[in-house]
């Protein structure tokens, strides 16, 4: 059974970007910070729940890509994971326990498309 899904138009995510306490305040940290926030925003926009996911759930996605500029699979997954605890709708990133089907397209779209299921 589905949890949640949300399907966000026209939105670029920017993979993960490790950063320090120092290394916060550079450019491409705060470009990340920016787009982490907003979608957040977005994911929130389409969240029905009335309390935050705290038990063992799964995620699937799918991210549409403008360019064939090469993108780390690992890190698009740790920025979505990043949004959907800074949104509210996961309590814990601890608690996505399980991947399901992850795809990334190259097909000059820009689209995400998430979903959550329980374990």
Request: net charge positive.
């Amino acid at each position: 059974m589905c949890l949640y899904r949300a399907v966000i138009e026209g939105f670029i995510v920017i993979p993960y970007f490790r950063m320090t306490q120092r290394s916060k305040w550079t450019k491409p940290a705060k470009r990340y910070l920016d787009n982490q926030a907003s979608l957040a925003w977005h994911l929130s926009q389409k969240w029905y729940g009335k309390e935050a996911i705290d038990y063992p759930i799964e995620i699937s996605y799918a991210v549409h890509f403008p360019t064939r500029h090469s993108r780390d699979n690992d890190n698009v997954l740790k920025a979505i994971q990043d949004a959907l605890q800074y949104a509210g709708i996961v309590i814990n990133d601890k608690w996505i326990q399980g991947t399901g089907k992850t795809r990334v397209y190259f097909d000059g779209k820009a689209r995400l498309i998430v979903e959550l299921r329980r374990l």
